[in-house]
């Protein structure tokens, strides 16, 4: 007998710390209203228009004490509490948050406490289940054959498939307040790789787009067994990634299990990308699907190579222009607490002025 912890067997891996003792079968009842819907025009927050700004912070649920994170740790009250009312920050939920680095075993402490500190500081997240390009888990780019079935069959670290992964954490965290909605994998693109996966030996199969589209009609409909509530975000760079250039955006993007497009730029606010493959066209493509697109990645770099105050106003002016395009909200790339200013980078620092630029337009 266990005083300390209490042993249960989940997904094929020992859970020994905040592990559910209830079996994950069938979707949870919802103790929380649905606060966030996507319609055609935007978003809405607890039944009022709603263009979210803010950052992404995708190291929160960094604990050097349990797991390998990725980056360095932050203090989440600060965090949170920085942060103005109706603010959104995006971050990783990666289940490789969840193994101990020691013991091998499933932790989920590092990622209930990044939800404890969202929920007392009264803040909104969107968690990103999964990268596809395999930073911060095991390293390894998902290539076609993950979105062909991969998903269902592949174990990562944590001993789970990722469909296993969504059960496990759409059914922990479903009545969590600060969740506004779920994002399947942060920048999928459906290549081949070659003889490696750099994106210079990758190579674009005839089926691209059609193997994105039914992934995301699968996978959003497995999400969707465990909360059929929050809005589903494509994670979609928006440029001329492999099954998603020109036209096939909009293929892509037309998936039931889509309900808000995304665009990530790194432009410094031109229109980035082929023609066909920019922020304008894909936010033509947004309204003639009848869904809202947030631009949810927005990357100036910064430090040795521009000043941090040029870079605010170049944020601000970025996000006015978006916003009046058609936009539908803007995150900022990105949050870190130990900023590299003698270098240049995306960083943003706990005293950036962009964080300004946030709770300007946030209001």
Known sequence: MLAAALVVVLGGLICMTGCALTPLAGPPESTQSHRVRATPTGLTLDGKPWWPVGFNAYQLGTDWSVNTGCGAEVDLDDYFAQLPPRALTRFNLYSSFVVDKRSGLMDFGPLDRVFAAASRHRQLVLPVLTGGSGDCEDGRFKDRGFYVNGWRTQKSRSHQTYAEWVQTAVTRWHDEPSIIGWELVGEPEASSCGTACDWRNRVCPDDATAVLRGFFDQAGAHLRSFDDARPIFSGLVGGDQCGIAGDAYAEVAGSSGID?????????????????????????????????????????????????????????????????????????????????????????????????????HAR
Request: with cysteine; net charge neutral.
């Open 260 to 360: 808000v497009l995304d665009f990530h730029d790194y432009s410094s606010g031109t229109h980035s990308g082929p023609r066909g493959s920019n922020l304008p066209t894909r936010i033509t493509q947004s309204r003639q699907l009848g869904k809202p697109l947030v631009v949810n990645e927005i990357g100036v770099e910064a430090g040795s190579c521009l000043p941090l105050s040029t870079r605010a106003r170049q944020l601000d002016a970025i996000i006015t222009r978006q916003r009046d395009a058609g936009t539908a909200g803007a995150l900022l790339w990105s949050y870190v607490p130990d900023p590299r200013t003698s270098e240049c980078t995306y960083d943003i620092g706990p005293h950036d002025p962009a964080w300004k630029v946030v709770r300007d």
